[in-house]
């Protein structure tokens, strides 16, 4: 008898817990949400080329002119066309933050680097500031201390002038 309860319970757990745990069902779907139909195999390919398209695109962005050098070539152009054709397009170069965008669209690899880079020219700045406040600083306190020293020796000069014969 106690075989035969062993034996059920058993493959119960594998029929239905074990199945459970090695493949869990997902959990149903909202009662207010619409499943939407299937695509068409023709309106599967057209929203793949346009995810293609938008991917490279994206690329072309990130890493620049070296993937497509014709297109960068007819902006000059026509850049050059609106600016009078005078040869000063100059390159305008990224800012700090265009750089940061670039640099965290291409993942923690890229943003470490330009974050380093961030970090030394702003310390490098703050650096600079504080060398020349002390500088200033020690250039105030010799003149203080010359100021201090010129007049005790021209008070010591005036007591042994009254000191003298009266």
Known sequence: MKL???????SD???????????????PDP???KKRRKLTLKERY??????????AASWVRDIGPELRPNDYKKKREIEGELDGGNGNGKE???????????AARGGMETLRPALQ???????SAYK???????????????????????????ED???SNSKGPT
């Open 4 to 10: 035969k309860v062993v034996w059920r319970k058993v």
């Open 13 to 27: 757990y594998v029929r239905y817990d074990l199945k459970e745990i090695a493949f869990p069902s997902s959990l």
């Open 31 to 33: 009662p207010h949400f």
């Open 46 to 55: 057209l929203v793949l080329k346009e995810a293609s398209r938008l991917y």
């Open 92 to 102: 305008k170069e990224p800012s700090t933050l265009e750089d940061l965008a670039v």
């Open 117 to 123: 880079r961030v970090y030394m020219t702003r310390a």
């Open 128 to 154: 600079d500031a504080l060398k020349s406040f002390i500088q200033g600083y020690q250039e105030g306190i010799q003149q203080t201390m010359e100021k201090t020293k010129d007049s005790k020796s021209s």
């Open 157 to 159: 000069t005036d007591a």
